[in-house]
Antibody, heavy 118, light 110 residues
Framework: QVQLVQSGAEVKKSGSSVKVSCKAS????????INWVRQAPGQGLEWMGR????????NYTQKFQGRVTITADESTSTAYMELSSLRSEDTAMYYC???????????WGQGTLVNVSS | QAGLTQPPSVSKGLRQTATLTCTGN????????AAWLQQHQGHPPKLLSY???NRPSGISARLSASRSGNTASLTISGLQPEDEADYYC???????????FGGGTKLTVL
């Protein structure tokens, strides 16, 4: 049974950075892609990027290039998403979502609320 | 970033059939097919299907996904109150090397 547990809610000031963690249990951590998806209040889903832990290969969507860094620590089965130069528009729920061998985006974390205030 | 197009809302009666649509282009839906996700208020999304009607374990057989050209569809038959939720489509875009999402459809079961 794959489970993704994310770190707790964050309150940040504009211009600062936030680092959200996603700890996986069950299954083989290194083999499957972990995606980061965010959802602003009352809005839809937005893909930010992904990492394939065993290779370290990362892809970021153009919108977040230069501001987001996704990493993975195989020793602790934990993925991280760091977003810098925060602004109020970055206030959102941030989710990690892991692919399985059969499906993309099959397993989801519970979400981490990041609130950015000026 | 180009997204997929979904109608904002669909309303259907109990035990009726709802068909949700998702339009992309030849780089995403037309090439890779679409994934469908359901999200209830206050919960993370849940994957319902991927490409042509491939459903993860535990997903109801009342759900059926298909694709015609650049448009993907999700059909939910015998609507139940628990089907009331937001539904998102998503597809890998080969030109962007990114997952793109639709804006979501709010399904109301009357």
């Amino acid at each position: 049974q794959v489970q993704l547990v994310q770190s707790g809610a964050e309150v940040k000031k504009s211009g600062s950075s936030v680092k959200v963690s996603c700890k996986a249990s069950g299954g083989t951590f290194s083999s499957y892609t972990i995606n980061w998806v965010r959802q602003a209040p009352g809005q839809g889903l937005e893909w930010m990027g992904r990492i394939i832990p065993f290779s370290g290969i990362v892809n970021y969507t153009q919108k977040f290039q230069g501001r987001v860094t996704i990493t993975a620590d195989e020793s602790t089965s934990t993925a991280y998403m760091e977003l810098s130069s925060l602004r109020s528009e970055d206030t959102a729920m941030y989710y990690c979502a892991r692919d399985s061998g059969s499906y993309p985006l099959e397993y989801w974390g519970q979400g981490t609320l990041v609130n950015v205030s000026s | 970033q180009a997204g997929l197009t979904q109608p904002p809302s669909v309303s259907k009666g109990l035990r009726q059939t709802a068909t949700l649509t998702c339009t992309g282009n030849s780089n995403n839906v037309g090439n890779q097919g679409a994934a469908w996700l359901q999200q209830h208020q206050g919960h993370p999304p849940k994957l319902l299907s991927y490409r042509n009607n491939n459903r993860p374990s535990g997903i109801s057989a009342r759900l059926s996904a298909s694709r015609s050209g650049n448009t993907a569809s999700l059909t939910i038959s015998g609507l139940q109150p628990e089907d009331e939720a937001d539904y998102y489509c998503s597809a890998w875009d080969s030109s962007l090397s990114a997952w793109v999402f639709g804006g979501g459809t709010k399904l109301t079961v009357l």
